[in-house]
């Protein structure tokens, strides 16, 4: 009676290594053996060596005991003590060594260390324990394959994009299923602001491949600078063929980016090739960030020009470079001093990340004083805010009379007083003419009231029935 169900075991072989990337060769090696430690736990004896060889195709099995052939100088005889703590020897065991005089009886080329099999009984019929420890050996052989074909795929893979679904959240991190295998996306690489739900399919980027003790952790990232790269690098041809090149690119994940790009050709416009017709690149890689602002300038050798570009949006009237300090003297003008800085200094700060230089935003102007960036930025919100030009209020004028009441000397306050004037005078005289709509109710009230009266004065004539 076979041992294994051939048919069954090849389809299962087939399987692994369709669907989990197993080769057929590693599962028959763990099989292999999980046979020899069920031979040695049911059949072998006390430190024994066991080999076994499984063919699947035709189900033979075989056992062999392994020895190591050693000497003098790498064992001590069962009777021989040691000589002190400098000897390291290990005690010579007859199920594990055989010495090299012996080894050569058998192989006249037998070195030191070499393993010499000999044949041992067959058997097939092993128990439920030594089943069950040749179960647990498979699978943990079977562990250690798909890790290693999981490190060799991905491994290959890191740097680039991969696309997988929320698996589920602990602690804040983001468990992504692979298809494969199953991905981390910590809370520290995720984009501020973003919500994912379960299900939900996301891309990053695979950051590193870390083997530990619990297996192997796939580590994921959408904060990463590179993330953008690669996003440009799908969205736009001539940054995937290697004519437009990135030089530079600083991020604050969520809010604002900035990327520096050249081009080795001087017929291909890098900034407009990243940006796309009406801006249609650039739109699809900001969609992807969840809205983050994207600034593309182009590369410079020259640091001046670097700089200034690097402060884009915002006009830049010169630059004065101190190399010694690494520091820029940046002018502007007031009205572009916050533009340059940015919102809580975030455009100078991305500026100086980018360039490699301690920038300093000046305003044309503005105080003479030596400020840095983050100082300039403290003052702007610090201002007092300016005062009208005395030119440009009105001269109108008021004046207070001794009985309290306001005199004007304008245009439109003295007609307004005589129009309350000549109200309160009518009101007074009890003139009529004062308010046309009032005459005209009255007039129409007089007319109803002489109606009713005459209508009233005229009783209806008395008619005598004579009932006789």
């Known amino acids: 009676m076979a041992l294994f169900d051939l048919k069954v075991l090849n389809s299962a072989l087939d399987e692994l290594q369709t669907e989990r990337g197993i080769s057929r060769e590693s599962v028959v090696e763990a099989l292999a053996t999980a046979l020899a430690a069920a031979y040695r ?60 005089e012996d080894a050569r009886r058998i192989k006249r080329d037998a070195q030191l260390d070499e393993e010499i099999s000999f044949p041992l009984d067959m058997h097939d019929d092993f128990g439920r324990i030594a089943a069950q420890a040749a179960k647990q050996v498979i699978m943990q052989k079977i562990r250690e394959a798909e890790r290693a074909s999981i490190i060799a795929e991905y491994g290959e893979r890191e740097g680039s994009i991969v696309t997988g679904h929320v698996q589920r959240f602990e602690r804040g991190n983001l468990y992504i299923d692979l298809g494969r295998a199953t991905a981390i996306l910590p809370y520290d690489e995720q984009i501020p602001g973003e919500h994912y739900r379960q299900g939900e399919r996301v891309r990053a980027l695979l950051l590193r491949v870390d083997e530990g003790v619990r297996g192997t952790f796939i580590r994921l990232s959408r904060s990463h600078p590179h993330f953008l790269t690669k996003l440009f690098e799908a969205e736009v ?7 437009v090149e990135v030089k530079g690119i600083v991020r604050e994940p969520g809010s604002r980016a900035k990327i520096a790009v050249h081009s080795i050709d001087e017929h291909v416009d890098p900034v407009g090739a990243l940006v796309g017709q009406r801006g249609v690149r650039v739109a699809v890689v900001t969609s992807e960030l969840g809205g983050e602002k994207i600034d593309v300038i182009e590369w410079s050798e ?39 800085i940015g919102r809580g200094g975030q455009n100078v700060r991305l500026a100086a990340r980018l360039t490699g230089w301690k920038i300093d935003i000046r305003s044309v102007g503005g105080p003479s004083s030596e400020l840095g960036a983050g100082e300039q930025v403290a003052a702007a919100e610090t201002a007092s805010p300016q005062t009208v030009p005395a030119e440009e209020v009105s001269d109108a004028h008021m004046e207070i009379s001794p009985d309290g009441s306001i005199k004007s000397d304008d245009a439109f306050g003295q007609t307004k007083a005589d129009i309350s004037g ?19 109710r009255d007039v129409v009230s007089e007319a109803e009231n002489e109606t009713t009266d005459k209508d009233s004065s005229e009783e209806p004539a008395e008619v005598e029935v004579d009932t006789k």
């Open 422 to 440: 000549d109200d309160d005078a009518a009101t007074d005289m009890g003139d009529t003419t004062a308010d046309p709509q009032s005459q005209n």
């Open 302 to 340: 020259t640091p001046v020009d670097f700089v200034k570009e690097a402060l884009k949006p915002a006009q830049i009237i010169s630059i004065e470079l101190i190399e010694k300090e690494n520091r820029a003297i940046v002018q502007v003008a007031e009205d572009q001093q916050s533009l340059a």
């Open 237 to 243: 041809p001539e940054m995937a063929n290697g004519t």
């Open 41 to 100: 736990r049911e059949y072998g004896k006390r430190g024994q060596i066991v080999r076994a060889t499984f063919n699947p195709e035709t189900g033979d099995m075989e056992f062999r005991q392994a020895k190591i052939v050693v000497d003098d100088t790498l064992v001590r005889k069962e009777d021989e003590e040691s000589t002190g703590s400098e000897d390291q020897r290990s005690r010579f065991n007859p199920e594990q060594h055989i010495m090299l």
